[in-house]
């Protein structure tokens, strides 16, 4: 019927464009993704055709440009579409299902499109160019223009004619493969299950692990499974995967569940899909890219728009810390052989890398006596919520409070917290979290999105930011609350960092507000800052009770967990740093025709940057998303570049004395003033140096990962 598909002006917005406040999850379906995001794609784009026809004029009248006339329409434009294309994405990440993800891949095109328009604009660009020129503009404005100006430049809005569709046709074929590459990823990862039913399978492995694989056998149609008779279904994601591979004293069996991992999405198995042809034509993509835009490599492309200057300077620290951790990693291997004779001589002589993590844990039980998984009943997620937020009360002066029911959400298990300042009782933010493990719809890791960002509304009125954070822990057994394993606590933390990032921004312009406009290399700062508390003893203690008994931690408990905290530390910087050299190499020196695959140029730096090097079916970068399905291609050095940030802003409290509370206090403040407020609206060098008096320096990381040389 025609009549339908006019819009009835009394009828309310479809949830999917409402465009502000917080998203109704519930209401929004597969189905209207496909019709909605159309539509909404319709409208934006004749709005930016009358924005451009009303620019053009402005420009032939040679009359001044106000930032409210180019600026803010931009930002309005960009907003609508982040906030309903946010929600699909969002659910995308937490609800995944074939219809859902269909609807999802259907739009990608013309949001891409879409976004390429924008930043091609011939006109938009020149209007920036105007308001540049015109100057007048405060520091954050310039910052906003600069990043603006430069990003529309590596959109090619430089490029005419066949140049300019190839690379929109580039684009768009990159987006795609991005969220294949990502998808076969995840059920490759579900895909691969290993029934246990014989209980000598399951020797040796911790009671809450067993409960999860009884609970995964469920789900999977075994109504009898239980965590005491099984069966157990254990499985390639991470909460089932990690503690496998730590506990099980079945080598075969750990030797199955390696091989599996290690060889996810790379073709092997029957019907299963290869990422491997994915990775070289998105390397090959990406070159013509930066070709295309005037550069040598993506690399290149990739470093124009971070605070790191170039792949020299990026390299020079990669190769300092591989340089402090390369010896350490070989004399931790050496230990791990050492322990594992003491129990195991065939295992010692032959120390595979299924062994590994089996022999850190019990060199470290040996070592500190520190179970990691016995632990786990100190750490209920509602105690651990309380210390963060208490923590977060002393250092920023925020009163975080539960507001369950007070919002919609997409799952039963998902809360909704406000943020108040604890002085004024100012409303300040709000966040979701979203704590558990779902196998199948959700996506692995841990994550801070953005649900609303800090801005004023077309009506003027103020919008407070709403974090998204998600994370992958074990969910409550029964009657059992979720308890945390120490690591699952640090990422709790990490995660939050990055909320308060986000939310506790001052800048009113939205463009630099919170993570907006921060560097990526320099983003990961108030995040891997809020780690290091966990080693805090006043944190620790405060928040570590027995769920059962309220008992605090044992003060022994703590002191392993501080001398655990640089075991293996070599061994964990060499991976970071193998990751980030591979990343940074595959987007500058590898080229299709090089007479050598992606793997090979991989498997050259692992002579260097690994002690144990990779089994010949070991095909780690057809699971590498981060930089073939997210951000972060030649980007990965960015973790370690922002731990040097992190661990030297860690260490202003050090110097006044982590028991000094007046003190911890006015750096707390200082912190929030600076770098938690500051967001995007200056150089990340001189928000760090606002805070820290200074410019960073690698000292306080080496030493925290305890690699330090001794003189
Ligand atoms: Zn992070």
């Not at 009671?207 to 609970?215: C, I, Q, T, V, Y």
């Not at 208490?390 to 369950?404: E, N, S, T």
């Not at 979720?482 to 990422?491: C, D, I, K, Q």
Request: a negative charge; charged letters at 20%.
């Amino acid at each position: 019927m025609v009549a339908s598909l006019l819009p009835d002006p009394a009828a309310p917005a479809p949830a999917l464009l409402v465009g502000q406040g917080l998203p109704a999850f519930e209401a929004i379906t597969p189905k209207q993704v496909r019709l909605h995001i159309p539509e909404l794609l319709a409208s934006l784009n004749g709005e930016l055709g009358s924005l451009e026809a009303s620019l053009e004029q402005a420009l032939a009248s040679g009359a001044p440009l106000g930032w409210e006339a180019v600026m803010d329409p931009l930002h309005h434009l960009g907003e609508r579409l982040r906030w309903s294309w946010g929600v699909v994405s969002h659910l995308n990440g937490v609800c995944n299902g074939t219809e859902l993800r269909e609807a999802h891949a259907s739009q990608q095109a013309p949001v891409v499109a879409f976004g390429n328009r924008a930043g091609q604009s011939g006109v938009l660009y020149r209007a920036l160019q105007r308001l540049q020129a015109q100057g007048g503009l405060d520091g954050t404005q310039q910052r906003i223009l600069a990043a603006e100006l430069r990003a529309m430049e590596l959109r090619g809005v430089g490029l005419e004619g066949e140049s300019q569709a190839a690379f929109n046709a580039a684009s768009q074929e990159l987006a795609e493969l991005s969220t294949r590459f990502g998808n076969q990823v995840l059920d490759a990862t579900n895909a691969w299950t290993l029934r246990l039913t014989d209980p000598a399978e399951v020797e040796g492995l911790p009671e809450s692990l067993k409960g999860l694989l009884a609970e995964a056998a469920r789900q999977a149609g075994d109504q009898q499974a239980s965590a005491a008779s099984g069966p157990r279904l254990v499985g390639l994601d991470f909460p089932r995967y990690g503690p496998f591979l730590q506990h099980s004293q079945r080598r075969d069996l750990r030797e199955r569940l390696y091989r599996a991992h290690i060889s996810r999405a790379s073709g092997v198995g029957e019907g299963g899909s290869d990422n491997g042809p994915l990775i070289e034509r998105i390397l090959t993509l990406r070159q013509e890219q930066a070709h295309r835009l005037g550069y040598a490599n993506w690399a290149e492309v990739s470093l124009a728009s971070k605070m790191a200057g170039s792949e020299a300077e990026v390299e020079r620290l990669l190769e300092d810390l591989r340089q402090a951790a390369f010896p350490a990693a070989q004399r931790e291997l050496d230990e791990l052989r050492a322990c594992a004779a003491g129990a195991k001589a065939a295992e010692a002589s032959d120390l595979q890398p299924w062994d590994v993590s089996f022999w850190a844990e019990r060199l470290r039980q040996e070592r500190f006596d520190l179970d990691s998984e016995a632990l786990r009943p100190w750490f209920p997620l509602p105690r651990v919520l309380d210390g963060l937020f208490g923590l977060c009360d002393r250092l920023f002066g925020i009163r975080i409070v539960a507001a369950d029911g007070e919002a919609p959400i997409w799952q039963a298990d998902v809360r909704f917290f406000r943020v108040h300042d604890a002085s004024s009782g100012q409303a300040l933010a709000a966040f979701y979290l979203d704590p558990y493990s779902r196998p199948g719809s959700k996506r692995g890791g841990a994550w801070m999105d953005e649900c609303l960002v800090r801005q004023l509304s077309p009506d003027g009125k103020p919008v407070l930011p709403v974090a998204y954070l998600v994370c992958n822990q074990s969910p409550p057994v029964g009657d059992t609350p979720s308890l945390m394993t120490f690591g699952e606590v640090e990422t709790l933390f990490h995660e939050f960092g990055h909320g308060l990032h986000h939310m506790l921004t001052t800048v009113e312009r939205p463009q630099a507000a919170g993570i907006n406009n921060v560097e990526w290399d320099a983003v990961e700062l108030p995040s891997q800052f809020m780690e290091n508390w966990c080693y805090d003893r006043a944190t620790l203690l405060g928040m570590a009770r027995h769920w059962q008994s309220g008992e605090p931690l044992p003060e022994s408990e703590f002191d392993k967990l501080l001398a655990a905290r640089t075991f293996l530390g070599g061994a964990a910087t060499l991976r970071q740093v193998h990751l980030a050299l591979t990343d940074l190499k595959l987007h500058s020196l590898w080229r299709p025709g090089l007479d050598q695959s992606p793997e090979q140029l991989r498997r050259q730096i692992a002579t260097t940057t690994t002690v144990l090097a990779p089994l010949p079916e070991d095909a780690m970068l057809c699971s590498f998303s981060h930089i073939f399905a997210g951000g972060y291609s030649a980007g990965y050095y960015s973790y370690k570049w922002a731990e040097v940030l992190s661990a030297d802003a860690f260490s202003a409290f050090e110097e006044v004395g982590l028991d000094n509370e007046e003190s911890i206090q006015a750096t707390g403040r200082r912190f929030r003033d600076t770098v938690l407020s500051e967001g995007g609206s200056r150089h990340p060098a001189e928000v760090f140096a606002s805070f820290r008096g200074r410019s960073a320096s690698p000292e306080a990381l080496i030493r925290h990962t305890g690699l330090a040389r001794t003189p």
